[in-house]
């Protein structure tokens, strides 16, 4: 049997050049920029905070980097043409938003009832932005918006007593080749363990470390994707995730890029289960810490780029696998 120590993250966080009070943090790149067409690479992020509602968190962001205003209805909010690029703000909860065709698959409430709804539960339920995808270089622009909602009202240490407060990751991938997904799964599943401890850590002190972290993946399905045999083509990638994997509650949720390849695959194990149809890695590990002045979301970025230069190492990761798979 091989022992496996998963690596530190701190590998992959370089330390900020600058000295002195306090220094920006610094995003880490990863390996590729740009995608197999040569096109840009970008990400999308959803943050979940609490403390001021969805109007008052537009307004200031709107205040702060420019753009329109529009109200989609009293809990939902978007501002188009920031400095950042479209902006969202809304109640985390599909009941509040029924003229949303996809929202609320069986229970529809009325405009006034959704309104009622929202303002009754607005208290428990998180508030979430929500960015267009970004430039990998306006990535420290999000801390700014961070700053600008924390100066407004807006609280969040990880986890309620309710809920993890979340901070998503929607990432172009580098292709979306079958070899190319199937390697970047393999380096999260090997990374994970450390991802999940460094996101416990940090967690609010007076819950248990690993409250409302999504569920873990099972260790047959680890042992099974981990090994350096396991090259399928996309339909057996697909059921094999199912199969073991039939939830969006997992730490890297793969169901938005398998629906966007195979939606036959997908609706047929799924088919009311609330899916967006994206071609992105969608990581919803991370924690959102909107209360704390010194939290930047290079932290969690950074713990993305660790598995993507996992990924990136064939080599390494045919090492990292073999271990884990004969555990």
């Known amino acids: 049997m091989h022992a496996f120590h998963p690596p530190r993250m701190a590998a992959a ?3 900020p050049a600058a000295t002195g009070a306090k220094a920006a943090p610094a995003f880490a790149r990863p390996p590729s920029v740009r995608d197999d067409r040569g096109r840009p690479r970008r990400v999308g992020l959803e943050m979940e905070f609490q403390g001021i509602g969805a109007r008052a968190a537009a307004s200031a962001l709107a205040q702060a980097f420019g753009g329109t205003l529009r109200e989609e209805d009293p809990h939902a909010f978007h501002i188009a043409d920031t400095a950042l690029g479209r902006l969202s703000v809304e109640l985390d909860m599909r009941y509040a938003h029924p003229q949303r065709t996809d929202a609320t698959p069986r229970v529809r409430l009325g405009a006034a009832g959704a309104a009622w709804l929202g303002t009754l539960l607005g208290r428990v339920v998180p508030r979430e932005l929500v960015t267009a995808p970004l430039d990998l270089d306006a990535l420290d622009r999000v801390d700014r918006a961070v700053g600008v909602l924390r100066a407004a009202g807006a609280r969040g240490r990880g986890a309620t007593l309710f809920g993890s407060l979340g901070l998503h990751f929607n990432v172009d991938p580098v292709s979306l080749e079958p070899r190319a997904i199937t390697a970047v799964l393999k380096a999260f599943l090997l990374l994970n363990r450390s991802l999940r401890r460094g996101i416990a850590e940090r967690g609010p002190a007076h819950l248990p470390p690993m409250a ?14 981990v090994a350096p045999d396991y090259r399928p083509e996309l339909p057996a ?3 094999d995730y199912l199969d073991a994997n039939p939830s969006r509650d997992r730490d890297l949720d793969m169901l938005p890029m398998f629906l966007h390849l195979d939606p036959e695959r997908v609706r047929a194990r799924l088919p009311y289960e609330k899916i967006g149809s994206r071609a992105v890695f969608h990581y919803r590990l991370p924690r959102a810490h909107v209360s704390d002045p010194d939290w930047s979301i290079a932290e969690a970025w950074n713990g993305w780029v660790a598995v993507e230069r996992l990924a990136a190492d ?12 004969t555990r």
Do not use: T
């Open 314 to 325: 064939p080599g390494r990761l045919e090492a990292l696998g073999r271990a884990r798979a």
């Open 237 to 239: 990638l697909i059921d």
């Open 13 to 15: 966080r370089p330390m």
């Open 212 to 225: 409302y972290l999504p569920a873990p993946y099972p260790d047959s399905y680890v042992r099974r994707v």
